[in-house]
């Protein structure tokens, strides 16, 4: 079965630093989706990845996604406060079904 | 255009109870699904209904069960309630879940509380 692995679990950061967050999928998958969740929110979608080498930026995050090493890594560049949520990444389970398998999330804390 | 609405927003029941949550989605779109976001737990795909149909559903046990009205709403019941089912409960809403364009967009939630 599709696993999805993130890491790392709790990341506190400074504002004006750099760092990424790193998504490992099992199996083969047909797109990537990066979320982002607020403390007792709804989940807001900011990345669809569909192919291999894709990249999408918003802002201060950009996404990627290599196919072949069944990794997407989302970017934070020069943190600010504002950035402070859970991020998920989601895989879709391929084939005729279309449900979403979510990583365990990456709780993010960007301090002043 | 409005997003995918779901209600209550809270809810509280006992053990043994049955729950009823609601969920409305985007206009246009035929696919709805249910997730659980339990403590601990993570995000859980729980069911999946397409043209009024379950399609698939998740590794939960039969007391969760849902429908899929005409015009595209849904309904997830939760039967004989038990503690740990208490969570965070999100619905979202595609088109067509085989086409291209079958983004998940997801609802504010349901928080079910089993006391």
């Known amino acids: 079965e599709l696993k999805v692995e993130q890491n790392p679990l709790f990341l506190s950061m400074q504002e004006g630093k750099n760092y990424t967050i790193y998504c490992n999928y099992s199996?083969?998958?047909?797109?990537l989706y990066w979320y982002r969740q607020d403390p007792g929110k709804s989940l807001e979608s900011l990345f669809v990845l569909l192919s291999n080498g894709a990249v999408k930026q918003e802002g201060r995050l950009m996404a990627s996604l290599d196919t072949k090493a069944r990794l997407s890594t989302l970017h934070i560049t020069a943190a600010v406060h504002d950035l402070s949520a859970t991020y998920f990444c989601a895989v879709t389970y391929g084939g005729a079904t279309n449900k979403l398998i979510f990583g365990t999330g990456t709780l993010l804390a960007v301090q002043p | 255009e409005a997003g995918v609405t779901q209600s209550p927003t809270h809810l509280i029941k006992t053990r043994g109870q049955q729950a009823t949550l609601r969920c409305s989605p985007i206009s246009g779109h035929t696919s709805v699904y249910w997730y659980q976001q339990a403590l601990g737990l993570g995000l859980q795909f729980l069911l999946w209904?397409?043209?009024?149909?379950?399609?698939n559903r998740g590794n939960f046990p039969p007391r969760f069960s849902g429908r899929q009205f005409p015009n595209y709403s849904s309904e997830l019941n939760v039967n004989a309630l038990e503690l740990e089912d208490s969570a965070l409960y999100l619905c979202?809403?595609?088109?067509?879940?085989?086409?291209?364009?079958?983004?998940?967009?997801f609802g504010p939630g349901t928080r079910l509380t089993v006391l």
């Open positions: 209904y397409d043209e009024g149909e379950e399609r």
């Open positions: 199996t083969t998958s047909d797109r």
């Open positions: 979202a809403s595609s088109f067509n879940a085989l086409g291209p364009y079958n983004e998940q967009f």
